[in-house]
C-alpha cells in the first residue's frame, strides 16, 4: 500500500471534457427522505446504502478513478445515541457484506477518518477489508468515517513533525499534503453534495481547494446514476483556471495537444 504521493491537482488543467477522475460526495438528506414517507430517519439511511451500491457502480462504469463517500463525520457523534449506533452497524454490516463484490469488481477500498473511537473489532473488519483489496486497481473506493478535514490537517502536521522534527517552520505544501488522508490520489475533481445544503460541513478542507463544486436538492436515497450524469455534465462545462485567465488556458490548450497539458507551476508566494 505504499502510493507515491500526488502533487497538488491546481497545478495541472484536468481535461473537463472527459470524466472527473475523482468525485467526491457529501451523502445528505437520508433522514428527510424517510421523514417524508413518515418512516424512522435510520430506513433513510438503510435506503442510501443501495444509493452508494448504485453510485459506486455507474463511477466504475464511467471510467472514474477515485470515488470519496462521506459516510459519517467528526460531528455526527453529536447525534442521538440511537442513531450513531446504527449508522456504525450498518458501516460494519456492509463492510461484511460487500468486500467481495468489490474484489470481484477489482475495486480497492481505503478507509479515511480517525478510527482510534472505533472498537477494535470495527478497526480489525476496516484493516482486514482494505487489505484484501490493495492490490486492485479499477477504481480507489475511499469511505471518510468519522472523518472531519481539521482532524486530516491536524494529523498531517502532526505526522509532518514526527517524520522531520527539525522542519518546525520550513515545511512545504507538497511534504504536507502527503501527509493527508488522502495522500494516495488525485484531489477531487467535483465534489457533490446532495440533499440541498450548500456547505462543506468539515469535509474535505485542504483538497476541495480547487474542485469543482455541486449541490442538489435531491436527497440521498434519490441519487440515482441519472442524477449522477448530471452532475458529471455539468462538470464537463466548468473552465477550470486556478487563478490563470480564459485567455492563457486557449493558448496553452492549443499548444500543449503534444505536451499532456501540464502548464508551468503555479509560484506560491
Ligand atoms: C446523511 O443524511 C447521512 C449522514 C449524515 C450519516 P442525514 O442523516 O444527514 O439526513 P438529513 O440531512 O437529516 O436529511
Ligand atoms: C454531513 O452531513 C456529513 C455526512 C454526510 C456524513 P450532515 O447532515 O451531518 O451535515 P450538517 O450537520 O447538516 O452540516
Ligand atoms: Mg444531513
Known amino acids: 500500500m505504499a502510493d507515491t504521493p500526488f502533487v497538488s491537482s491546481t497545478r495541472e488543467i484536468p481535461d473537463v471534457s472527459g470524466v472527473p477522475r475523482h468525485v467526491a460526495i457529501i451523502m445528505d438528506g437520508n433522514g428527510r427522505w424517510a421523514r417524508k414517507r413518515f418512516m424512522p430517519r435510520v430506513a433513510g439511511h438503510r435506503r442510501g446504502v443501495e444509493s452508494v451500491r448504485n453510485v459506486i457502480r455507474t463511477c466504475m462504469e464511467r471510467g472514474v478513478t477515485h470515488l470519496t463517500l462521506f459516510a459519517f463525520s467528526s460531528e455526527n457523534w453529536r447525534r442521538p445515541a440511537e442513531e450513531v449506533s446504527f449508522l456504525l452497524q450498518l458501516f460494519r454490516r456492509s463492510l461484511l457484506r460487500e468486500v467481495e463484490r468489490l474484489t470481484v469488481n477489482g475495486i480497492r477500498l481505503r478507509i479515511i477518518g480517525d ?3 472505533f472498537e477494535p473489532s470495527l478497526v480489525a473488519l476496516i484493516r482486514e477489508a482494505e487489505r484484501r483489496t490493495c492490490t486492485n486497481e479499477r477504481m480507489t473506493l475511499s469511505i471518510a468515517v468519522n472523518y472531519g478535514g481539521r482532524w486530516d490537517i491536524m494529523q498531517a502536521v502532526h505526522g509532518m513533525l514526527k517524520k522531520h522534527p527539525e522542519r518546525r517552520d520550513d515545511f512545504t505544501e507538497n511534504e504536507l499534503s502527503a501527509e493527508l488522508a488522502l495522500n494516495y490520489g488525485p484531489e477531487p475533481d467535483l465534489f457533490i453534495r446532495t440533499g440541498g445544503e450548500q456547505r462543506v460541513s468539515n469535509f474535505l478542507l485542504w483538497q476541495l481547494a480547487y474542485t469543482e463544486l455541486y449541490f442538489t436538492d435531491t436527497l440521498w436515497p434519490d441519487f440515482d ?12 462545462t466548468r473552465e477550470r483556471r486556478f487563478g490563470r485567465t ?18 508551468p507551476p503555479v509560484d506560491h508566494a
Open 115 to 117: 478510527l482510534s473511537r
Open 246 to 263: 480564459s485567455e492563457q488556458l486557449s493558448t496553452s490548450r492549443r499548444s500543449s495537444v503534444q505536451e499532456g497539458r501540464t502548464l
Open 225 to 236: 446514476e441519472v442524477a449522477l450524469d448530471r452532475a458529471i455534465q455539468w462538470y464537463q
